[in-house]
């Protein structure tokens, strides 16, 4: 690969922010180790991450598409791949489309009822960079998108929609709250510029104060839905030390940030809710395979 070929994979890595990945990948993993007794056979394993890839890598690329002209007015984000010219607006959708029919692709070789599915889910991936211009519950949707992967990777396994889904549901509904949590505070950094520029969020709505407050309680409620998971799953120890390991992360997490110094927020964004999704994954394998 040259030079300029491993430039431009770096630039749309950056554009999908590749490394997120990590925020949905685990639980959708997590959901599939269940659902299998820790053999999804390779084949099976290696759909899903792939599904997960194209549908993310989608979703976050149109988000850059639409928001090109936002994010050029934002200090924050202007130095972005589409305004400061290194992907083209052009670029960004037809790379958009090309992940798009990649995930139904996928989901196509894993049945009918994922390919009907995976209209939907496309559809609440990418309607999503839309809801910030006329609700602030646009950190729950977000979250939502991606609490979306382990009820998609459970019926991928079992091969339908059954009963049996429930435990993956839960535990999707734990992930949204839990993404819609940390995305509450990462939108404090532009509280400012969102509410200059008619955006909704939580901080436009509550101020600070009030959306580190609906920020705790979202990850209140994630912790349970993570523990509720775990009984229904019929997760033992290992896991259960794997949530209270994620709780402390959590709690730092919030420690860390006060109202009037926000300084902290990437390291919280991004570092303490990797290692929470990471920790839980980790917690299911020992779990599963002992």
Same mark, same amino acid.
């Given at each position: 690969? $040259?030079?300029?070929?491993?430039?431009?994979?770096?630039?749309?890595?950056?554009?999908?922010?590749?490394?997120?990945?990590?925020?949905?990948?685990?639980?959708?993993?997590?959901?599939?180790?269940?659902? $299998? *007794?820790? @053999?999804?056979?390779?084949?099976?394993?290696?759909?899903? &991450?792939?599904?997960? #890839?194209?549908?993310?890598?989608?979703?976050?690329?149109?988000?850059?598409?639409?928001?090109?002209?936002? *994010?050029?007015?934002?200090?924050?984000?202007?130095?972005?791949?589409?305004?400061?010219?290194?992907?083209?607006?052009?670029?960004?959708?037809?790379?958009?489309?090309?992940?798009?029919?990649?995930?139904?692709?996928?989901?196509?070789? !894993?049945?009918?009822?994922?390919?009907? !599915?995976?209209?939907?889910?496309?559809? &609440?991936?990418?309607?999503?960079?839309?809801?910030?211009?006329?609700?602030?519950?646009?950190?729950?949707?977000?979250?939502?998108?991606?609490?979306?992967?382990?009820?998609?990777?459970?019926?991928?396994?079992?091969?339908?929609?059954?009963?049996?889904?429930?435990?993956?549901?839960?535990?999707?509904?734990?992930? @949204?709250?839990? #993404?819609?949590?940390?995305? #509450?505070?990462?939108?404090?950094? *532009?509280?400012?510029? *969102?509410?200059?520029?008619?955006?909704?969020?939580?901080? &436009?709505?509550?101020?600070?104060?009030?959306?580190?407050?609906?920020?705790?309680?979202?990850?209140? @409620?994630?912790?349970?839905?993570?523990? $509720?998971?775990?009984?229904?799953?019929?997760?033992?120890?290992?896991?259960?030390?794997?949530?209270?390991? @994620?709780?402390?992360?959590?709690? #730092?997490?919030?420690?860390?940030?006060?109202?009037?110094?926000?300084?902290?927020?990437?390291?919280?964004?991004?570092?303490?809710?990797? !290692?929470?999704?990471?920790?839980?994954?980790?917690? $299911?394998?020992?779990? &599963?395979?002992?």
């Amino acid at each position: 690969m $040259t030079a300029t070929s491993t430039a431009r994979v770096r630039d749309y890595a950056s554009l999908i922010r590749f490394s997120h990945t990590v925020f949905a990948l685990p639980f959708a993993l997590i959901a599939l180790f269940v659902a $299998t *007794d820790g @053999a999804p056979g390779l084949v099976l394993l290696l759909q899903i &991450v792939t599904a997960m #890839v194209f549908a993310r890598s989608a979703a976050m690329a149109f988000n850059r598409w639409l928001d090109r002209d936002i *994010d050029a007015r934002n200090p924050r984000t202007a130095a972005r791949e589409i305004p400061r010219g290194v992907i083209s607006a052009r670029a960004a959708m037809a790379f958009t489309i090309a992940c798009s029919v990649g995930f139904l692709g996928v989901a196509a070789s !894993l049945g009918e009822h994922c390919f009907w !599915l995976a209209w939907p889910t496309l559809g &609440v991936l990418l309607g999503y960079s839309y809801a910030k211009r006329f609700t602030a519950a646009a950190h729950l949707w977000l979250g939502i998108a991606l609490g979306l992967a382990p009820p998609a990777a459970w019926v991928a396994a079992v091969g339908g929609v059954d009963a049996s889904v429930v435990p993956a549901m839960v535990l999707g509904g734990a992930v @949204a709250v839990w #993404v819609a949590g940390f995305d #509450v505070l990462y939108a404090c950094q *532009d509280l400012e510029f *969102d509410r200059s520029s008619g955006l909704r969020s939580i901080p &436009v709505a509550l101020g600070v104060r009030g959306a580190l407050r609906a920020a705790r309680i979202l990850h209140v @409620a994630a912790l349970v839905g993570f523990g $509720t998971f775990g009984v229904l799953a019929g997760l033992g120890l290992p896991y259960a030390v794997g949530g209270f390991v @994620a709780a402390a992360f959590l709690v #730092v997490e919030h420690r860390i940030l006060r109202a009037d110094d926000l300084s902290r927020i990437p390291m919280a964004f991004f570092t303490m809710n990797g !290692l929470v999704a990471l920790v839980l994954l980790a917690a $299911t394998l020992i779990d &599963v395979y002992c």
